[in-house]
């Protein structure tokens, strides 16, 4: 058993963060993290962010997991970072297990901040377990870490953010997107992806969903139908989209198997992607001493995943008795800076979510 001051769960922009305010309070940390890469989805994203300056606004995301990661060096507390390493299990008397390169280990932090992030959601459809359906997480894996298309012709399901960017990227990368669908009247992501995506000719159909996917071996072609105002199919509006590639976009869930296991107070609250976890201004949960940040808390955006693990780093630093005025200034100025990502009326769902977390909006 291995004892560690802080460990945090996960090397994305919320982990990251965290360890960075925690470390340089002069709290040792050990970060696992079970991908080979540090950043999370951040690894992915080639595009220029949106946000804040303090929140690295039109950096490349693939740039930002950079400096996240760099600047864990040389700082009074240190950060030991396993790459390969996954949490498997976290008990009730905080002992955490994880397969660490092969090796099975038992860690016993005395406070902990799961970053874990979220998983993709599916959608029932005839077909949809055919060679060739990939979400989107998948599609830019393939695209961005391993320079694979994923096929010539791709449909699209799902018009948030992450649909349009993905769409975006399959056309950057020389991939034909014949259509974007989405079941919502409106498209959810931002404009300015939506425009871009127009630009090309690719329409976008909202009110519309994918009936069928056909193939052999793989897909070959889907059919789609359009909604009436009930979310039921429009008799006679099939068309048939001849496609390799269906990539479905329909948002995140919170990745809480950890914290359920923990025993933590959690609440199903749709507006944060669905079973969150109760939390106090600190981010700390109904378990003391232990902390979330990022999407496991609800699904947000990397702006707020690394605010939020700031206000986790710093917490956990004052639990362990890092107590200086310097953290106390930090926090209260995080919590303003998560006041104004929150603020636009584009967030009023979130505000509405995190109020009924607990949280500080
Ligand atoms: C296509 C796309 C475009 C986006 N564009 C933007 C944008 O323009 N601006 C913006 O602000 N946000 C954007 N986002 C959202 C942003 O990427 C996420 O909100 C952010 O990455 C969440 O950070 P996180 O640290 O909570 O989680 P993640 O980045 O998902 O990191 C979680 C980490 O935890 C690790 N992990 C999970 N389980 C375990 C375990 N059991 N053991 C060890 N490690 C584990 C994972 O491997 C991962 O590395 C975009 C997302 C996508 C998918």
Redesign the pocket.
Known sequence: MISVPLLI?????????AAYRAAEAGVDVLI????Q?????????T?????SEK?FASTR?IEIAKILTDRLEGLPGRVELQTD????GFYEDGVVT?EVRGKFMKYHPECCIV????SEKTLAFAGNDLPGVYG??AV?TLMNEYGVRPGNRVLMIGAG??GL??SY?LLQAGVKVAAVLDAADEIGGYLVHASKIRRAGVPILTRHTVERAYGDERVEHAIIHALDDEWKKIPGSEQQFDVDVICV?VG?SP?T??LWQAGVDMKYIGALGGYVPLRDADMMTSVKGLYI?????G????????V??EIAGIAAALRLGFITEKNEILKKDCLNQLRQLRAGPGSEKIRTGMALAGAYV
């Open positions: 769960i996960g090397a994305g922009p919320a982990g990251l963060c696992l993290e079970r991908a890469k540090l950043g999370g989805q951040l690894v992915k994203q595009h220029k962010f949106f946000g929140q995301g390493a996954t949490v498997l994880a970053a874990t992030g979220a989107a997480g830019q953010n992450i960017i993905v990227q976009a995140l990745l198997d950890l940040a990022g999407d496991v808390a699904i947000e955006e990397a702006s707020s995943a690394m939020e693990g």
